[in-house]
């Protein structure tokens, strides 16, 4: 099946036909009464990303006040920098943490799941 350039329609004429299916989904939803298998996974989703965030705040806090007390610092800019890049190493290095050790869970090793 080999279809010309000219017979197909254009990327804007395809990328608007796909718009226009996501303005229609609400009404398809609302019609089929199945609004819990949208908000359902959003709502999971939002819970778990707050709590996610929670321990990544509570995880630097803490990580922050323990390097603080490990680190005698006189100067109070310099001490509050130490804590704030503290702060900012854990909200990478947590996520990244988190999700190698659901996948070491699940079984997957690490160059399997790996897109080269």
Same mark, same amino acid.
């Given at each position: &099946? !080999?279809?010309?350039?000219?017979?197909?329609?254009?990327?804007?004429?395809?990328?608007?036909?796909?718009?226009? *299916? @996501?303005?229609?989904?609400?009404? %398809?939803?609302? $019609? @089929? *009464?199945?609004?819990? @298998?949208?908000? =359902?996974?959003?709502?999971? /989703?939002?819970?778990?990303?707050?709590?996610?965030?929670?321990?990544?705040?509570?995880? =630097? %806090?803490?990580?922050?006040?323990?390097?603080? $007390?490990?680190?005698?610092? /006189?100067?109070?800019?310099?001490?509050?920098?130490? !804590?704030?890049?503290? *702060?900012?190493? &854990? =909200?990478?290095?947590?996520?990244? %943490?988190?999700?190698?050790?659901?996948? =070491?869970?699940?079984?997957?090793? %690490?160059? /399997?799941? &790996? $897109?080269?």
């Amino acid at each position: &099946m !080999n279809s010309s350039p000219l017979s197909r329609p254009s990327f804007l004429a395809g990328f608007i036909l796909g718009l226009k *299916g @996501y303005v229609r989904v609400p009404a %398809t939803l609302q $019609r @089929y *009464g199945l609004w819990h @298998y949208l908000l =359902a996974p959003a709502l999971v /989703s939002l819970v778990l990303s707050f709590a996610i965030l929670a321990v990544v705040i509570l995880t =630097a %806090t803490g990580l922050s006040w323990l390097v603080d $007390r490990l680190v005698d610092v /006189s100067i109070g800019w310099l001490d509050e920098l130490i !804590n704030w890049m503290v *702060g900012i190493l &854990m =909200a990478f290095v947590m996520p990244r %943490t988190v999700s190698s050790a659901s996948r =070491a869970k699940s079984g997957a090793s %690490t160059i /399997s799941t &790996m $897109r080269l």
